[in-house]
């Protein structure tokens, strides 16, 4: 198996196309110009040491050389070590509920901030699982495609923040269908998704989107944060908490029956997610009942960046040795008379 360390150089490659397009470019030029001077035959009389070809040799040697080296910075490496192991992971996408309403302090130190450190402690959990990140409000994108860099994943999960989202709501339905095209096409792997929210669902289809998404093969964990009895919204910019139309405070309510809903809907369960370690037990237990996959996993990858350079290396010093004119010493050699 061949895959590169750092692929985000491969962009690279798209000089090499715009090298190619400037260098025909010049070249049509140059002949539009010799034209101007007489015919063709009459210029390789005055011109008996110009090559047709070397220079368009040079420059594709020059090209393969750029080539090269760009292939040897995205770091290639080959699997040396190939072993069949019993990988007992799942695949699992969170969706975590980015409105405002999450800032809500109900729980310590808030909705938000308390979902986030369950996740993390979910993600420390994990071994050979898979993880993406999707976070939502009045709209739905993906924060970290399915992988298994739990490192990455550590990282943009500390960078969520409700102001990711302009378009405020809670559209759960859009969250639940974005999670079920999140997955990789393994059909046989358990695979969950789990959407963290406070229940405040201004959208509608919902149940829909759970039932189509257990239909095929997911199963939906809903993790209902915050109290029923409601909690104000603090308010960043003023400092206090956040006001209706008429002056009152808003207050967030967890909306426990909607979340029951759509977890019997997608196939899963509905946990409460309190200052407590209950939830952490529960989900893991849950997600311990799902399919496990077996994979090959390529454990061990050699370096190959050295063979790259010095095949860049011995083009760039052919392409030195070459000439741009003919040379004189081959010139006399006669193969056929």
Known sequence: MFRFENPEYLWLMSIVILLALVHVVLLFRQKSKLRKFGESYLLKQL?????????????????LAITFMIIMLARPQEAS???????????????????????????????????????????ENFSDDKIGLIVF???????????????????????????????????????????????TQDEHVGKAIIVITDGEDHEGGVLEAAKDAHDN?????????????????????????????????????????????????GGGVYIHVDNTSGAQRILDDELDKLEKSDSTVYSNYAEQFQT???????????????LERKNPILKKIKFFK
């Not at 011109?47 to 090209?63: A, G, N, T």
């Not at 490192?151 to 709501?169: C, R, T």
């Not at 790259?308 to 070459?322: K, R």
């Open 47 to 63: 011109m008996p040491d110009v090559s047709r070809w070397r220079s368009s040799i040079k420059f594709s040697l020059l090209e």
């Open 217 to 265: 093969g997911m199963n939906i964990f809903m993790l209902g944060i915050g109290s029923s009895k409601g909690a104000p919204i603090p308010n960043k910019e003023s400092g206090g908490y956040m006001l209706d139309r008429s002056g009152e405070t808003i207050l967030s309510k967890l909306n426990e029956n909607m979340c029951k809903e759509i977890a019997q809907a």
């Open 308 to 322: 790259f350079g010095v095949i860049a290396l011995l083009l760039i010093i052919i392409e030195i040795c070459v």
């Open 81 to 123: 070590q190939i072993g069949e192991e019993k990988r007992s992971g799942i695949e699992t996408v969170i969706a975590i509920d980015i409105s405002n309403s999450m800032l809500a302090q109900d729980v310590t130190p808030s909705r938000l901030d308390r979902a986030k450190m369950l996740v993390e402690s979910l993600v």
């Open 137 to 183: 409000a009045g709209d739905a994108f993906v924060q970290l495609p399915i992988t298994s860099d739990y490192v990455s994943a550590k990282m943009f999960l500390s960078s969520i923040d409700p102001s990711m989202i302009v378009n405020q709501g809670t559209d759960i339905a859009a969250a639940i269908n974005l999670a079920a095209h999140s997955f």
